[in-house]
């Protein structure tokens, strides 16, 4: 299966919130690759990962991170690719320093920001399936299916 | 010039944030139509926008809302496209309701979120050009010269 | 009974408040019918049971939602029957993401809101016993016998 | 026409936002009276308005009050009558705090509460005007014409 | 002793709040009386409590109360002696909401805000005995030794 | 008159706020003097003015602060006698930062917080002469006049 | 070794916070004194420090403070030597409360904050390491393995 | 002079800000350079400059942004010097965004956080003397100059 889509977490601590995403990107067919790379605590990987994820053929890039989660702007800035913003509730201010830090991107550099914590997670990856499913229809179809599964809940 | 973009606004009083956005949308060459309708007031109306939205070729669609923002999500529930949510400050509470409205979503439904009012409106039409890019090599052509061109500045 | 409010919650995880507002609803003499039906997740389905809520004999409309809560709005936006929205607090930023989504509703289409999670489930019965109290006497004799007994607590 | 709303607010310095109320009140065909009381610095009058209000022939009252709103809390106090309330945006605060104070109250005596300041005040008349719709068929023949024209718009 | 102190709380299941200004109370030598009464669901006997304090012999209020605590406003609405609000933590939004009830009072009826919750309690009853010592120097004497001993921590 | 209440301000900036206090204790009768000192800028002087209020004949003393509004609370460190804090509104984040700042001292030394800038600037005066007038017989009957006359309002 | 860093802390309760920046400041071969002294309960001992840190060799001040967080603000206005902030989530409201107390000084007296709670603690000791870097090669050379080691996290 | 402080500002329209800093370090004789340079719009050079500050003979950097406000902490992963950063409130939700973005670092990567706007854009040169008259007596002098200067205020 294609790896179309690079997850990257900021910290082994995120792991709940990576396994939440993974378990939905499994869910609908979409390869992917995972790293955990920290915007601050190692900014050079952290770039070279996002200024090589196109080449390296992903297509969508989906950051997790809290507090001031700066991981999915950087990755943004230095990527053309679609970029989904999982702000994590990891600190004592409920995740809102996060949601702020990811949504509230300058005019230039867009981050999908999808919601707080582990609905987000989940979010991020059916999101990454609508993006790709303009290209894919393999994707698409497991969407389809998604879709139409949660209807019958 | 192909309309891949479907831009809905709730209300005509949102105006000069549809203007922000159509104003980069131009200037990434995407084609876009502009359609008003309330997901409160025009619900039958607003769902078929939604579900009609990809039969009539749309790829992407950025719907702005203020206050309780229920467009974005509305329409998120009706198309498997993705869909943009740009939520305005238009409000006694400077946006912070329309933000959570449009980035709360559930898991199951994501809406793609920008920052608040124009920042945001601008930056939907930018992420608009990174998902087509996946696909269409004319807009990454632009989307590379418009990020080229920020650098300058 | 006549079956007089229509209570849709957005998930099956949100049972612990439907409970507590049935509870109420017993209490004061209420007839009433539970669904669940998400606004996001099964729009149609909703919108359905918006739009025959009056035919089917309703006069109230509660509804409770998390995150955010669209269901209220939307629910409202296909009836002309009074909807009370309570605003769920089942996620990380404590319910206020639902308590804005639910109340700041657009000029238009009103939501009577009530207070976040269990007290404002138990209130949302009592707002619809004092709205079916305008019209029906057995009711108001319910709700009078209530507000006299929690005088005495 | 029979005045069915009695419309209370706190303060002279209020009249914008009960201008906007009785406006959507006239165009919905409710007759109304309209008093000026606080709850803080005339609580005697204020609970005398809300305990003779049905006597009085009123079925709603609609209360708007700013920074700590404890008029439509006080008012559902001495009242079986459904009482909506408006927090208004007259403070520093912007209107969270009336928002808080108006929404939050404790189980056993609900308010419905709308929108801040402008928009809550239209809303809180139409707001009425589903409630007295289930008793009364002009009422409710007036909001389904406002509910038809809000969708031409 | 003489009982200069009223301690009002809106609800029994606040005694934990109660015990604590009671125990501070006592360390400050200072008689007190205390009575549950909650201005939404009583509120005639909360007025009367408010009213009657003064001639009762009581100098200082104290009133503890939770989300829209309209508690302390009500009560100092009804009496001229200072009153003393305690705005406490029992709901999802963390106390904000008692918070911004208890202390954004209109121009005209003050009342004396201190700390969210227990914190609160402890110094609702320091702050009685700092405005009871402009009067009583035993209240002062105690006051004296209990700040002397807060250094000593 | 005696100078019953000293009333510090932060800042020579906060004078309008200074004025509405100063305009409210003249109409109440109450003596008093005023000083501009900075809790941060100058403490010693601060710090000074605090310990010798009460040898001066202060019963009361009023501080007014925005920001970080460490200023009621250094106040009270130093002196026994009641002090009572607003909140001003002098920032970008409209009074919150200022709100906490005041209202959430820790156990053991209370701040009496009104609401914030100038609505709880004119009720600081007003609590200073509930305050007082446990003591004062002139005092109170120029507040009881004054609340006579706000209920004729 | 010499203790360049004084810690100081307004509360025995906060030792859990206090204890991560002492293991940080050890990690980083500072050398340090740590004094539990409060702003509100023991000012003249906290100005004390403050005014002697200095001369008593100490080149940076770190201060940890929850709820109305005077400390760090205090103690910067008696002292010229930096001096860090760390706000503590001790309270109801997550240490917002302490956040904007410690961040929002006005123009004058700054304090460097760092984030709330224990991340803050770490982040206060890494602060004070790049500080004393500036002057110190023995300090920046265990910074720089610090540094070197997080990135290989 | 010598060039001790880098200023980085993320946008040209944040230059009143830089203004009001550049003004402060002039007062203290402080030698500076100012760029501009976008975190997420030229990352690169962004980098590059954080890299080479301390080559280039800067001991401190101050960086200013607003919105997802990442350029402190991406400078700050970049270099050893201490960073202080100056949250702007430059978009709806008056500066909060910036703030949190710019004070919630991770563990690990530390910025020095003053106040939101221009007293913070003034506190970051007066910390920047601070921080560096550790080091450079004549600096320390102007700083007791300044300090002295503002108690006569």
Known sequence: MDK?????????????????CEEYLDKL????????????????????????????GYEVIICLAGMSAALPGVVAAHTAL???????????LNGMD???????MPPGIPVATVAVGKPGAANAAILAARI?????????????????SIKQK
């Open 82 to 92: 679609p970029v989904i913003g999982v702000p994590l509730d990891s600190s004592a």
């Open 29 to 56: 067919g979409i390869g992917y690759n995972t790293e955990y790379s920290s915007a601050h605590r190692d900014p050079e990987r952290t770039s070279q990962l996002a200024r090589e994820a196109e080449k390296s």
């Open 132 to 148: 790709l499913s303009i290209k894919y229809d393999d994707i698409r179809g497991n969407l389809d299916k998604y879709r139409e």
């Open 98 to 104: 996060a949601l702020l830090s990811v949504v509230q």
């Open 4 to 20: 179309r889509v690079l997850l990257i977490a900021g910290s082994k601590s995120d792991s709940e919130f990576v396994n939440r």
